[in-house]
């Protein structure tokens, strides 16, 4: 990503500023149509039963008004016509506002995480879903998140793995916790033998410049929104902090590849530019030399 400078700051933020007074309705509609992803992995250790293994990945979904509940809606819909294996959902269930410091009310946005997880739980799999809290979720009171998730049979891993089964094989599914809370990637992998694959759910991707040195054979992260605004030839404006080096997409960190979903919801203002909100069909395939 280009180096952003003030002068180009400005000069693409006025652009961006220009084209949503003009043609305001991209700006403005864009967060409330999610678009589906298809990406393809070939992982060297994944067993043949398990090549073809789909993975809906849905990420940062800020439940916290009507509005905030049009896109996770129309990513369920997505969700159930395309039919994968197993849903991975990556945090922030709910959002702690700037004010919340001064507030005191970081708790009360804990409880969006009930008509959130009353939104999920609409989501059809063959293996149900399986989760991970984000910084707000944390920030606010993450027992409660937990509780109305699982609530739902949404399973949430906090520095804990969970296998699924094909035939006599296992690939795992191990969910650290966020950044902001007490992550343990060592009690995270505890029980996954290291010659069996293991996909890692974390929500800041920038954890990826760690789990590269783990027996970990995937990463699935979100919490950078894309930058909510992309300039292209620029990027983004702002990022949050762990999310600066991985904002968007696919990339390969050493021998570990990472997907970075942009998620669903906004935060602060309801506006999205060329950061559609995502969700990722992933497909697994077996092939390849060993990882070390």
């Given amino acids: 990503m280009a180096r952003l400078t003030r002068r180009k700051f400005l000069i693409g933020g006025g652009l961006v500023a220009a084209g949503t007074l003009a043609f305001g309705h991209p700006a403005l509609f864009e967060p409330y149509h ?21 993975i809906a990945h849905l990420s940062d979904f800020h439940c916290h008004d009507d509005l905030s509940h049009i896109p996770i809606q129309r990513a369920v819909d997505i969700v159930n016509r395309v039919s994968p294996d197993l849903v991975v959902l990556s945090g922030d269930f709910v959002t702690v506002s700037f004010l919340s410091d001064y ?34 979720d944390v920030d606010s009171d993450p027992h409660v998140v937990t509780e109305a998730l699982q609530a739902q049979n949404i399973t949430v891993l906090r520095n804990d793995s969970h296998p699924v089964e094909r035939g006599s094989k296992r690939l795992w599914f191990c969910g650290l916790d966020s950044l902001d809370a007490r992550p343990n990637i060592d009690v995270t992998l505890k029980e996954v033998p290291k010659d069996e694959p293991a996909i890692l759910l974390v929500h800041e991707p920038d954890f990826a410049d760690q789990a590269v040195r783990y027996p970990v054979d995937l990463q699935l992260s979100g919490h950078s929104h894309g930058g909510q605004v992309w300039i292209p030839g620029i990027g983004a404006p702002w990022l949050p902090d762990n999310a600066r080096k991985y904002p968007r997409g696919r990339y390969q960190v050493g021998k570990l590849p990472l997907y970075t979903n942009i998620g669903l919801g906004t935060l602060r203002v309801p506006v999205r530019v060329n950061c559609t909100p995502e969700v990722t069909l992933v497909t697994l395939r077996a092939g390849g030399s060993k990882i070390g």
Avoid: M, W, Y
């Fill in 34 to 54: 999610p678009q589906l992803v298809r990406e393809e992995f070939v992982l060297p250790r994944l067993p043949e039963e398990f090549d073809g293994f789909t």
């Fill in 103 to 136: 507030l005191h009310d970081e708790k009360k946005s804990a409880h969006q995480a009930e008509p959130c997880a009353g939104l999920l739980s609409a989501l059809r799999s063959r293996l149900g879903s399986v989760a991970v809290l984000g910084n707000h």
